[in-house]
Structure formats: structure tokens, C-alpha cells
């Protein structure tokens, strides 16, 4: 409603000694004049610009004759003001303009600017006036005066003797005498036959507020008792008046009234406001909601306020702010929503933590339209400082004026039809949505942070001000800041209207007089051509967008004519492009519905009028007829009352029993909130139903009104829509209020299901009330979102350190700025309809929801809401709501997500209740297993582990990380070994123990893989635990200790770990799948060469040497060879094979093997480094700041490093073999001995030929790196079968080469024997293409034939020799095989003499890790 904005201003009072500081302010009527009162000064301040005019000094002599001045009181119409004075006098003063036609301050132009021109009214509007105060008259009432109260032409005076003089403004009495407080009854109702009277002798009123629309006083007597006195005739004598009071009251300290919802404020001392209404029918005083600070948002000062010091209702009456005895502000919306306190967060305490003394207030007065609060601070403790300091800015006394931005709501309430949040300051419009070609500026805070709190404008706040797309009203939390028009403000300053149109391009602002608007696409305003036109219309009752136009209510004064006109926005503003229609009386409050105006008037009469567009010629203008008259005056008691009104597709009947069902969404009732009470009249129904296919829909009779019904209390806004949508048809045709401080309510309609004819006992309306945490400013009807804003605060008290800044405005105050906020409702309305068992409705309503992309998060706000509720209530429930919840949320697919993510946020102690009502942890892990969900069934394991024996839990990751290695998830294997290590090392200890991070032991990298039995562990445990932090997972003490407990520990568990993952690797080695096993030994680290040594003539030999090579061809996207027809085919033509590959590989980019990245160009060291980066699925996921980083990365490093510089450098860590040389390796087969400089047509074709039938270059480094790990690993089956897929006879005689310098199994060599020739067999029949090398390599094949018959067995497994073949692998991997045995000895055997093998096999972790990356990687060709 009311947000505060910048920082307070000061105004400086002249200088004078403490004794003549300020200590009252009060406003005239019409919030341009203020009058201040020192104990002898009486200064008049003018409001803009704001400045002091006059001031009458009272002389010693009288001063001391009438005593101090204490309260001032104006004349209705500002010309005189009567101050009370200690003594109990009346002084009566006269305000007149003597001058003639002299101002105090003019502003000047330059010479030849447009505001010269000579506009009428021009120099009032623009300048101070100067202004002669007189004292006319002296009153003497002779006892001390409590208070004075203006009424209507009397000035009511409220004596500390108990007596209420009524005296005349010109300071007589008439004739009329004194009324005793005595004799006046009071009772508890104005019902009772005769009230009591006032008992005791000293009884005399402390406060008094006169309500117009009530026609009484609120008032508040000296023993703190409240009550209301209402004259029971027009005559006001004491036979006449009667009093009502409430029982309970009996501290009261001070009241206000707010006229327009008849409410009366009664401060009390107890730091509480109570709010008290009158019952229409039996005059009793009714408490409707207390203002108060509750002990939950400020624990420490809730009960040390004191007692309440004033209360002051705003002048549209939408708020009020209270400030108490020792300090503070507050502000309140009507029915008791808090928007602002300063007793906590930056207003209380300084950014150092330390406490500042609350601001304390002695008087305060709202400024014009609310933009402003004039501030009289009262110095309080400080009252010491004052002499020892008088040039302290703080403690010389001055005026403080707190600036406000508030909702368009606050004064056109038509505006509640709009999903956008518009706010209006006083010369700036703050909106929710900009167009989408202004998204380009990120800093769009600027422009409100940097609010200037000064009338000049911000240099922000013109240009700078970029807002997102109407795609999101949400957004960002920034504002959209609009400057209004400096000439249009100039003269008609304070904007009082504004409102914009439906799409959120176009604003419209109304000041003093005519009106202006604003194009946010052009971002130019728009204002009346001929300003004599502008200043001859006063806006009325607000205004609103229909399509182009803009539809206002106005009293045009030349005409002393009350009129309804349209405007088109396109045209010129001007009367002559404007349609007029003439009113009967003053228009208080307009809206639109469709093409529908309803109009409220001052008397009390409501008017539809029709809307439509007119293409007359040229112009375009719209023209408006009356369709309906309703007189309302039967039912409202003064037109004031009227908050809002609206018309509304929504009645009682939600449209299914309407006998026509198109009328559903007609303007089927009116909704009139009158003073908080939402009152419906629909169309009565009950009588024919004309069908008007024929008539003209203008000229057809509307239905007249039912009476009308009561809906709601406490009401402050209403929303409707009347849009139309199938799916969501609940949200739309829904209605929604916000109630103050009891939260919002909607009234939802409720539809039978599949068209049922619906139960004559069931309403088919439901009103469900449910409490939001922001005030809601907007409703979005289909996204289930309410719109709201809040104020933050920024300090600044920082920048400030000199003492004697200590107290600059900046320092005492923190910055205020308006943030946006949003809420979602839908969990509060689905609850609230499972409470009353209508689970039905709460279904479809959510089914027609779950395409919002935070459905999810409503279900697991519902379900946590709930469960916090119920599970920590203190007494049992006889009827819980969590097993209606749960069975709920079991009606989605998400209920599995939805529960767990509850129980990770929920703590432990709750977890039984939760698992009570929505079944067994071990069920809905396994549902998530049936359903793939492997990311929910690890969040289960958690759950799991916490509840359940450690053997229970490892069961069921045993499960999970058989299904995650099946699918690949190597992301969730990592998480998965790390948790199965971590629940075996915690198997001795019952209660999870808490996590802390793994922590290696002292002695450097290596050590710390010396006790697991493969080495597969470091990779596990430097990944960071990414999407699920599988925790609770036992700390492994660093040190001796440490290291040996881990040892008997662990070495099961691994072994465990180790037996599922050689499993694994044995299954993809049966199936072929050996892009999949390379996948899976570079992501989880698997030791893969000296399990292939092990299993070398068991899993990992050839089975069928033709499905393995169809497999690979089909695994790499390896095109089958083809054979080219020489005479036909064309190097163009057999492009068109490599196309197909490339697009082959395009449609594979899916693939994680295809989104390699190869970058040639990064030497080895470079590349040992990243290497650690890309353990992980993406670099950014490793956390830098693991414990054990920093030592596994030399671990690493060393071996690579240091060997850099050899002779037989790794070529590439990713392929050792240099056979990818592109011109030794791949050209070079097509004929060894041809020139390059003779090349003839058939081998440029042949040289297409092969580059056609080559695949992609990451199917080969991947293919060239299994051959090395084959060849390392002594399985020369596989390494044929990759040699016959590459076509590189170099690989063949590479493995002759190993066969006959080394001993080799001779099965093994029987088996290569018979899978050749099967090969051959099935090239012959099947795939041609095979044959020219099958041939090139026939001598080979004869040479293996040979050895087999032989079987040549050497002495021992030497390593070839340097230079036989360009394909040399590394010898001193060969030679540490044969040192170490590599794979014979389990790990955790060997010695610290291995050392040498130990940094070894990291090395070709190293080398394995790479091509099958799942991120990026960079890798040489050489």
C-alpha cells in the first residue's frame, strides 16, 4: 500500500534558543498549509516547495498571560486557525493575503520558455504565497484545554473541568451552553432504554476525533476509558447526546478516525492500537482488529514500546501510522496489515551491530496525497546534549518530512482488474513490466537505489530505467521508474490518479487539474495542446484504459458540469477529438469491464453505460449510452463509504446451471465494497429469460439487480478477471480479496466433475480464506501467483565515520528502497479445500496447474507445511491432515521427488512421522528403481542409511549402483563407491556419525591409495558430491592410527566394490561393448589393464571375431569399407561418403564420446595437469578447495613430467602409439612407394576412397588409445580386431612382432588363427570391401600360421626393441609390467619397493582417463 522511499528530509527551523523548538504540526484540510507551534511562535509553512511563510511571535507580556501554545486547530476552509494555550485560552488568528498579487518565491524561467506563455492560474500553482497572520480574536474558557476538534462551522473544545464548549469561528459562543460530561449516558449499546452516567466528579476527555460519516466523536477520557458520543438529533445539547462504550478499554491514550470505513483508532498504553467499528443495527461498539507488534518478528521490543503516542489515519484513508512513548514508527494498512515498523533491522541497529536510539516523535501530519509525513522529533534522552552542542544538525530542532510511494490501489480501485503493480510517488510512477527491447541494462537498480530524495530529478531516473519483457510480470526485482512530466507537474502537482492500460504500454496520470499520459514505447507523454482546456477539468472519480482510450469522470468548471468523456490515445489531446457525455451528479468511482462502464455517483446511484468504437470519417472516437440505472441509496448511508466498485462475470451459479450457458461470462454482478464490506448484487435470473438473437444488443433490457448479499468483511481489495480459460476455469473465475492483516480470502467456484449434474445440497462457491507473507498489490490469475512489493533498507552509516557526521540524516536513517516480491497461493487453496474434504475440487484444480514450473515446489510447500504442523503440535490431532496430503500427492508423478525432497529438508526427528503417513522408505526407493529414477532412489539411500541397519542400506546401494553402472550414470557411481566405502567403514558404529570431509593421511599422494585395493578411490573421492551429497559418510582419521584402521577396514569393502565393478566390466567385455568399457574404466578410474591381464584368456578373449568387428564398426560410427569402382567413381562423387559420415556423426552429437573437444596444440605437461580437472563430468564441478587436491595433483604429475623430455615422450596421453601421424599412419597405406608428386586420377580416387571410408576423428584417438590398453595388457585378439577396423597393417605386424619376441599363450594364438579366417570367410560373402587389405596383410597371416604350427615359446616377455616399427609403445610401461607382475599381487600387498610401479599405473590412469571424458579434454595429434 504505502512504501517508504529514500531518505527523510530535513527542514531547518530558524535558529532560536531549545526552549522555542517546534513541538506541534497540523495540516489544513487541503494538505497545502501546515501550521507549526512552538511554545510561543505560531509559523505557517507552505507545502511545495516547502518552506516557511509566516511566523507571529507571541510578546512576553501576553505570553506570559495566556501560558505556552499547545494544539492548533483549521478552519474548514483555511482561513483561520484557532491554538489552545496552557492557560486555557483560545487565540483565534486570521490568515490573510495582504499583498495583492505578491508571492514569497517565484520560480524564474529563462527568457522565451514555454511556461512564460501566459497561462491562467499559472502563478498561484507555481509560487508561495505571501501570506499575514492576525490575532482577532481571545477566548477565555477558564480551566485547561484537553482538546479541540473542528466540526463542519463550530470548533469543538474539550475542558479539563469536563465540560464540551461548542463555539463559533468567530469566537462566540451563540448562546449555547457548556455540556457537562456528566449528564450525558452511556451505555453498551444505543438499544439499552437508559444508559449510566459518568459517575466520578473529575471525569473530562483526553482526546476526541469527530467522524463525519458516523456523525459522532470518538473520544477517549482521562481514567483511559473510550467511548463514542453521537448526537441521537440534529441538536447538539447534552438532552441529545448519547454515549456508547466498550466494556474491555481501559488504558486508552489517544484516537483516530478513518471517515471512508468508519473506523475508530484507539491508541492504548499498553502499545497496542484497537480498532473499533459501530454496529449499524445496534449502535454497539465492535472490535474489528488490534494493531500490534507480536512477539514472533520483534522478540526484543514487542512489550517495551510504551505506551502509544498518536495514531494518524492517511488521507485516502488506506493506512495509518502509529508511534509510541519511547520511540518508533509504524504503518498499518486498514484492516491491519503491518507494512513498516523502524523498531527493527537498520532503522534499530548500525551496520557495527550496535543499537540506535528510536526516533522519537511528538507530532506528525500527513502531507498532500499522502506523499508526505511532516515529522516533529522529540529529542527524548538527548535533552542533556543540547546545550554542551548547539551546533548539532540533530539537535537543533527542525521538521522532518518522511517521503511514501503507495499503490494506485489506494485511490483507483479500478486498477484491481490489472495484472500489473503500479505505484505512484509524487512526481514519479514505479511499474512492474517494460517493454522487451529494453532488457539490455543490468543495472537497473540504479535507478532505484540512487532515488533522489530531493524534488530534483535523479540522473538515473529519466533514461537508465530498463525492465524486462511482459512475457514475466515477475522478472527481476527491479522497478521500471517513470518520470512524469516536469511542465504537467509543475502546475498541477499532486498527481492524485494514474493508471495504466491492460498490456502494460501505456499510463495515464491525473494531477490538480486535466490529466496527462505516457507511451512506454515511445517514451514520450502526451499533454493537453491548449492548457486552458487542462485547467478547466477537475478529474473526479479516478480513471481507466479501455482498448486506446482513456475514460475519465470530470467537472468541467466553465460549464459548472458534471461529465463522463473518452479520450483517444492516438489522436491529439484535445476537447475536440474527445466524446462527452453529461452526468447527472458527481462521479466518485468508475471502472471497466469489457466493453461496459459502471460508474458510482455522489448519490448513491450506480450507472452501466456501453462502450464503443465510432469510425466517423476520419476520427476515431468512441461513444458511450446508458444501459442501466440502479439506485443504491436504500442500502449505503453516505456515498463517501464506497470504496470500490466492479462489475463481474461472477455470480453464486458458476455457469453449468445457468439455462444459458454463454451469459456465464456476461457482467453477471456488482461488487461494491462498502467501508470493508463486500457486497454482491448479481442479475436476478428468477423471472423469463428473453432470448435476444434478433434485437440489437444495445437496444436489449438488461436484467435488473437481486438485493444485495454481504460476502466478506475486512475487505481492502478485490480482484477479478474476465478473461475466459477451459483449463484453469477455478483460477479465473475465482474472486480474491485481501483482508489486511487476516490475509486474503478467495471465492472459489467448485465444479462437478465430467459435467455431472451437480448435488442441490453442495454451494457451489467456497470462500477459503489462507494468510500470505507480502501484501498483495496484483493477482496472476493463471500462474497462481499474488504480485506484491516491500520496502528494504540499505545503510549508509559506514561512509560516515567522523564524529561530528554521527548524526547526519544518513547516519541516524537507513536508505529505503521498494523491492518487488511474489508469492505462490496454490498450496494454501489446495490445503484448505483437503481440510473441508473437497479433494475432488482440489484435484482438478491442481491437474489444471501442473504445467507452472514451480507445481513441484507447491506440492513439497504443502506436504512440508503440514508435516511441520502436525508433527511438532504439542497435542495429538484428533484429525490429521498428513495422510489426506500424502494420498494427495500420490495422485502425480512427482510424489517420489516431492517426499523426498520434504525429508531432506525436514529434520531427522520428523522423519517417522512423515514415513508413517506416506509408506515405507525401502518401498519408495524401489518404486523410484522401477521407475529409472536413479537421482530420487539416491536421495532415498540417504534416508535409508539414516534409518536402517548399515546392512539394509548397503543392499540397497548395491542395487542402485548396479542400475547406475548399467545406465551409465558415472556421476552416481562415484557418489555410490564413496557411500559403500563410507557405510562399511561405519559398520562398527551404530548412529551415523556427523560428515566431515575424507582427509587423506600426511605422507604426500601416494600413500594415500596404498590401502585400497585398487586405485580406482582417489578419482571417487576428489569428485565433489554434486546433484546429491551423499553424506553422512564417516571421517577417516588422518595419521598412523588412522591409516592402519582404514586398512582391516576397507579392504573388505573395496574388495566388494571391486567384485561389482569387475562384474560390470566382464558383462561389457561378453557383450562387445568396448566403447562403453573405455566410458567406464576413464570415469570411475578402473584399473582396466591389469584386470585384462587377469582375465586375458577368460572375459576378455574373442569369442567371434566377425560380431566383434560389426559391433565396433557399428559402436565408433565406423563406415564398412567399400570398393571403389575405379572407372566410374569420382573423388566428387565419393565425397558424398564423407558427408554421410559427417552427417553421421552430426546426428550423434548427442553421444558424450562425440563432444570431445581436440585441440592439437597443448604440450603433455599442460595436459597431465587438467588432467585432474576432468575427473569430473565438467571442469567446474571439481572443488578446488578439497582437502587432498593440491598432493594428488603432483602424485600425478611427476611421473608425466619428469619423462617429458625423453625420446619416447607420450605422444599424446591419449594415443602412445604415433601410428596417428597423419602421413605415416593413414596415407601412407594407400601405396607406400608412390611419389606425392605424380598423382594420377585413380589414386587421387583412392585417396578419396580411403579418407571416405575413414570415421569420425574422435571414434579413432578412442579406438587408437583401447589398442594401446590392449597391446599393454598382452589380449592381441582385440588388438587384431581394432588393427583390422583401422586398416593398418602396421598393427598387425606390430602384434607378429610381439608373438614372436615373446612367450604368448598358444590357445591365444589359435583362436587370432581361426577368428582371421572366419574374418576372411565373412569378408568374402559378406562385406568386399574387406578383401584389399585382407590381402595386404596375407604374408603376415602366412607368418602367424607358421609361429602357431611352431609354437615358438620365448624365455621371457621382452620389450621390443626402439625404431622396429613407427608404433613402438612405451618401453618403460613394458618394462615395469615385467617388474612389478603387474595384476598378480593385490595392491594392498605391495611394499613401498613398488613405489616405481605405484607411480606408474597412476601414470596410465592418467593415460585411460582421457578419450572417454564425458567433458571437455584436449588432446595432441601428433
Known amino acids: 500500500m504505502y512504501f517508504l522511499s529514500g531518505w527523510p528530509k530535513r527542514l531547518l527551523w530558524p535558529l532560536g534558543s531549545p526552549a522555542e523548538a517546534p513541538f506541534h504540526v497540523q495540516s489544513d484540510p487541503q494538505r497545502t498549509f501546515f501550521a507549526v507551534l512552538a511554545p510561543a511562535r505560531l509559523s505557517i509553512w507552505y507545502s511545495r516547495p516547502s518552506v516557511l511563510i509566516v511566523t507571529y511571535k507571541e510578546p512576553a507580556k501576553s505570553s506570559s498571560q495566556f501560558g505556552s501554545y499547545k494544539e492548533a486547530e483549521w478552519r474548514p476552509d483555511s482561513t483561520m486557525i484557532a491554538v489552545s494555550t496552557a492557560n486555557g485560552y483560545i487565540l483565534f488568528f486570521h490568515i490573510t493575503s495582504t499583498r495583492g498579487d505578491k508571492y514569497l518565491y517565484e520560480p524564474v524561467y529563462p527568457k522565451g520558455s514555454p511556461q512564460m506563455k501566459g497561462t491562467p492560474h499559472f502563478k498561484e500553482e507555481q509560487c508561495a504565497p505571501a501570506l499575514d497572520l492576525e490575532m482577532r480574536k481571545i477566548l477565555d474558557l477558564q480551566a485547561p484545554i484537553m482538546s479541540l476538534q473542528s466540526v463542519l462551522e463550530d470548533l469543538l473544545v474539550a475542558t479539563s473541568d469536563g465540560l464540551l464548549h461548542l463555539i463559533h469561528w468567530e469566537g462566540m459562543t451563540n448562546g449555547r451552553k457548556a455540556i457537562n460530561l456528566c449528564t450525558v449516558p452511556f451505555s453498551v449499546d444505543l438499544q439499552s432504554s437508559r444508559g449510566s452516567f459518568l459517575g466520578f466528579a473529575d471525569v473530562h476527555i483526553r482526546d476526541m476525533e469527530y467522524c463525519a460519516t458516523l456523525d459522532g466523536f470518538a473520544v477517549v477520557f482521562n481514567d483511559g476509558k473510550v467511548g463514542f458520543i453521537t448526537p441521537v438529533s440534529s441538536r447538539f445539547t447534552a438532552e441529545q447526546l448519547h454515549g456508547v462504550w466498550p466494556q474491555d478499554v481501559v488504558d486508552g491514550t489517544c484516537v483516530a478516525v478513518n471517515n471512508k470505513y468508519r473506523l475508530m483508532a484507539f491508541g492504548c498504553a499498553s502499545g497496542s492500537v484497537q480498532v473499533y467499528t459501530i454496529d449499524n443495527t445496534t449502535g454497539a461498539m465492535l472490535l474489528s482488529h488490534k494493531l500490534e507488534l507480536t512477539a514472533k518478528q520483534y522478540p526484543d521490543i514487542w512489550n517495551k514500546t510504551g505506551a502509544v503516542k498518536l495514531v494518524r489515519w492517511s488521507p485516502d484513508n488506506s493506512v495509518v ?34 543499537k540506535k536510539d528510536p526516533l522519537k516523535i511528538n507530532s506528525m501530519s500527513w502531507g498532500a496525497e499522502g506523499y508526505h509525513l511532516w515529522v516533529i522529533s522529540g529529542f527524548g534522552s538527548q535533552n542533556t546534549e543540547i546545550e554542551s552542542d548547539p551546533k548539532s544538525l540533530v539537535k537543533q530542532p527542525g521538521i522532518l518530512l518522511f517521503q511514501f510511494i503507495k499503490s494506485v490501489l489506494t485511490v483507483n480501485p479500478c486498477m484491481s482488474n490489472q495484472e500489473q503493480v503500479l505505484l505512484q510517488g509524487e512526481d514519479r510512477l514505479y511499474l512492474n513490466c517494460g517493454e522487451a527491447s529494453q532488457t539490455q541494462n543490468p543495472r537497473s537498480s540504479s535507478a532505484h537505489r540512487e532515488h533522489k530524495p530531493s524534488r530534483e530529478k535523479s540522473p538515473f531516473a529519466d533514461g537508465g530505467l530498463e525492465s524486462q519483457g511482459l512475457s514475466t510480470l515477475l522478472g527481476h526485482r527491479h522497478w521500471h521508474v517513470v518520470q512524469i512530466s516536469s511542465i504537467y507537474l509543475e502546475s498541477n502537482w499532486p498527481i492524485r490518479f494514474s493508471a495504466i492500460d491492460k498490456l502494460g504500454q501505456n499510463i495515464a496520470v491525473v494531477g490538480k487539474f486535466g490529466f496527462a ?76 469491464f469489457r466493453d461496459m462502464v459502471i460508474v458510482f455517483r455522489a448519490d448513491c446511484s450506480i450507472c452501466l453505460y456501453s462502450i464503443e468504437r465510432k469510425s466517423d470519417g476520419p476520427n476515431t472516437t468512441a461513444s458511450i449510452q446508458v444501459l442501466q440505472e440502479v439506485s443504491m441509496s436504500r442500502y449505503i448511508p453516505h456515498p463517501f463509504l464506497v470504496v470500490s466498485v466492479t462489475l463481474t462475470s461472477v455470480s453464486t451459479e458458476n455457469g453449468i446451471t445457468l439455462k444459458m450457458p454463454q451469459q456465464a461470462r ?60 477451459k483449463q484453469k476455469r477455478h483460477l479465473l473465475e475465482a474472486l480474491w480479496l485481501s483482508c489486511g492483516g487476516a490475509g486474503m480470502k478467495v471465492w472459489l467456484p467448485l465444479f462437478p466433475r465430467d459435467h455431472r449434474k451437480p448435488h442441490s445440497f453442495l454451494s457451489q462457491r467456497i470462500m477459503l480464506p489462507f494468510h500470505i507473507n507480502i501484501y498483495p498489490l496484483a493477482v496472476l490469475f493463471e500462474d497462481a501467483l499474488v504480485l506484491g512489493a516491500v520496502n528494504d533498507t540499505l545503510l549508509y552509516d559506514s561512509l560516515y565515520t567522523r564524529n561530528s557526521a554521527r548524526e547526519q540524516l544518513e547516519v541516524l536513517f537507513p536508505f529505503c528502497v521498494v523491492e518487488r516480491t511474489s508469492q505462490i497461493y496454490l498450496h494454501h487453496i489446495l490445503r484448505q479445500l483437503l481440510v473441508r474434504n473437497l479433494g475432488e475440487q482440489a484435484l482438478l484444480l491442481a491437474q489444471s496447474c501442473t504445467a507452472l514450473p514451480y507445481f513441484p515446489h507447491v506440492l513439497e510447500l504443502m506436504l512440508h507445511e503440514v508435516l511441520e504442523e502436525e508433527a511438532t503440535s504439542r497435542e495429538p490431532i484428533p484429525d490429521p491432515l498428513l495422510p489426506t496430503v500424502a494420498k494427495f500427492i500420490t495422485e502425480f508423478p512427482l510424489f517420489l521427488q516431492t517426499v523426498v525432497h520434504c525429508a531432506r529438508k525436514t529434520e531427522y526427528a520428523l522423519w517417522n512421522y512423515l514415513f508413517a503417513a506416506v509408506g515405507n522408505p ?41 542400475t547406475a553402472l548399467e545406465q551409465g550414470k558415472w556421476d552416481l557411481c562415484r557418489h555410490m563407491i564413496r557411500f559403500l566405502k563410507a557405510i562399511g567403514s561405519g559398520e562398527s558404529e551404530t548412529p551415523p556419525p556427523t560428515p566431515t570431509a575424507q582427509e587423506p593421511s600426511s605422507s604426500g599422494g601416494f600413500e594415500f591409495f596404498r590401502n585400497r585395493s585398487i586405485s580406482l578411490s582417489q578419482s571417487a573421492d576428489t569428485v565433489p558430491a554434486g546433484k546429491f551429497s551423499l553424506q553422512k559418510t564417516l571421517s577417516m582419521p588422518s595419521g598412523p592410527s588412522g591409516k592402519r584402521w582404514s586398512k582391516d577396514s576397507d579392504c573388505a569393502e573395496n574388495m566388494y566394490i571391486d567384485m561389482m565393478l569387475w562384474r560390470h566390466a566382464r558383462r561389457l567385455l561378453e557383450e562387445v561393448r568396448l566403447k562403453d568399457l573405455g566410458c567406464f574404466a576413464a570415469q570411475l578410474g578402473f584399473e582396466l589393464i591389469s584386470w585384462l591381464c587377469k582375465e586375458r584368456t577368460r572375459a576378455a578373449r574373442v569369442d567371434n571375431f566377425v560380431i566383434a568387428l560389426k559391433r565396433l564398426h557399428k559402436d565408433f560410427l565406423w563406415p564398412l569399407p567399400i570398393i571403389p569402382a575405379s572407372s566410374l567413381s569420382s573423388p566428387f562423387k565419393n565425397g558424398k561418403y564423407r558427408t554421410v559420415g559427417e552427417q553421421l556423426l552430426k546426428s550423434q552429437s548427442a553421444d558424450p564420446f562425440l563432444n570431445l573437444e581436440i585441440d592439437s596444440g597443448v604440450s603433455n605437461v599442460q595436459r597431465s595437469q587438467s588432467w585432474l580437472g576432468n575427473i569430473g563430468p565438467t571442469h567446474h564441478e571439481i572443488d578446488t578447495a578439497s582437502s587432498h587436491g593440491p598432493q594428488m595433483q603432483d602424485a600425478f604429475l611427476s611421473p608425466l613430467s619428469n619423462k617429458a623430455g625423453d625420446e619416447c615422450s607420450i605422444g599424446s596421453a591419449t594415443d602412445l602409439t604415433e601410428s596417428s601421424s597423419m602421413v605415416d599412419g593413414d596415407w601412407t597405406m594407400v601405396d607406400e612407394n608412390f611419389s606425392t608428386l605424380s598423382l594420377t586420377q585413380s589414386e587421387l580416387e583412392h585417396i578419396s576412397m580411403e579418407l571416405a571410408s575413414k570415421g569420425p576423428h574422435k571414434s579413432q584417438v578412442q579406438l587408437r588409445y583401447l589398442l594401446h590398453i590392449f597391446m599393454e595388457a598382452g589380449c592381441l585378439d582385440w588388438c587384431i580386431v581394432i588393427g583390422l577396423i583401422l ?49 595386404i596383410i596375407k604374408p603376415q597371416l602366412q607368418k602367424l600360421s607358421e609361429i602357431t604350427e611352431e609354437q615358438v615359446q620365448l624365455e621371457a616377455f621382452q620389450p621390443i626393441t626402439a625404431g622396429k616399427t613407427p608404433e613402438q609403445t612405451s618401453p618403460r610401461a613394458e618394462e615395469s609390467r615385467g617388474s612389478s607382475g603387474h595384476g598378480s599381487i593385490p595392491q594392498g600387498e605391495v611394499g613401498g619397493s613398488s613405489m616405481v610401479s605405484r607411480k606408474e599405473e597412476d601414470t596410465t590412469q592418467a593415460e585411460e582417463e582421457e578419450p572417454f571424458q564425458d567433458g571437455t579434454y584436449d588432446c595432441c595429434v601428433s
Request: aromatic fraction near 8%; proline fraction near 3%; charge should be negative.
Open 922 to 962: 525401502k518401498d519408495l526407493f524401489e518404486e523410484c528403481l522401477m521407475a529409472q529414477d536413479l537421482d530420487t532412489a539416491a536421495s532415498y539411500l540417504i534416508i535409508l542409511q539414516n534409518m536402517e541397519v548399515p546392512a539394509v542400506s548397503r543392499q540397497h546401494a548395491t542395487l542402485l549402483f548396479n
Open 321 to 354: 501510522i502509529v508511534t509510541w512513548e519511547y520511540g518508533g514508527l509504524s504503518l498499518w494498512s486498514v484492516f491491519g496489515a503491518q507494512l513498516i515498523c523502524t523498531l527493527g533491522g537498520d532503522f534499530a541497529y548500525r551496520s557495527d551491530g550496535t
Open 1287 to 1335: 586398416r593398418e597393417s602396421s598393427i598387425i605386424n606390430q602384434i607378429l612382432v610381439i608373438i614372436q619376441s615373446s612367450e604368448v599363450d598358444g590357445e591365444m594364438l589359435q583362436n587370432i588363427k581361426t577368428g582371421l579366417h572366419a574374418v576372411d570367410r565373412w569378408a568374402s560373402t559378406d562385406c568386399p570391401g574387406y578383401k584389399p587389405f585382407l590381402n
Open 666 to 725: 456476461d457482467a453477471e454482478s456488482i461488487m461494491l465494497n462498502l467501508a470493508g464490506q463486500l457486497i454482491m448484487m448479481q442479475r436476478d435470473r428468477s423471472g423469463p429469460q428473453i432470448r435476444e438473437k434478433d434485437s440489437h444488443p444495445n437496444q436489449r433490457k438488461l436484467l435488473p439487480f437481486c438485493p444485495p448479499v454481504v460476502l466478506a468483511q475486512s475487505v481492502e481489495n478485490v480482484w477479478t478477471t474476465c478473461r475466459a480459460n
Open 517 to 592: 499520459h505516457y507511451s512506454l514505447l515511445t517514451k514520450k507523454w502526451k499533454l493537453f495542446g491548449n492548457i486552458t482546456q487542462e485547467q478547466n477539468m477537475i478529474v473526479t472519480g479516478g480513471l481507466a484504459w479501455w482498448n486506446d482510450f482513456i475514460v475519465l469522470a470530470c467537472y468541467n468548471i466553465s460549464d459548472h458540469q458534471e461529465e463522463l468523456r473518452v479520450y483517444l490515445r492516438t489522436s491529439n489531446l484535445d476537447n475536440a477529438f474527445a466524446h462527452v457525455t453529461k452526468a447527472p451528479a458527481e462521479t466518485l468511482l468508475l471502472s471497466v
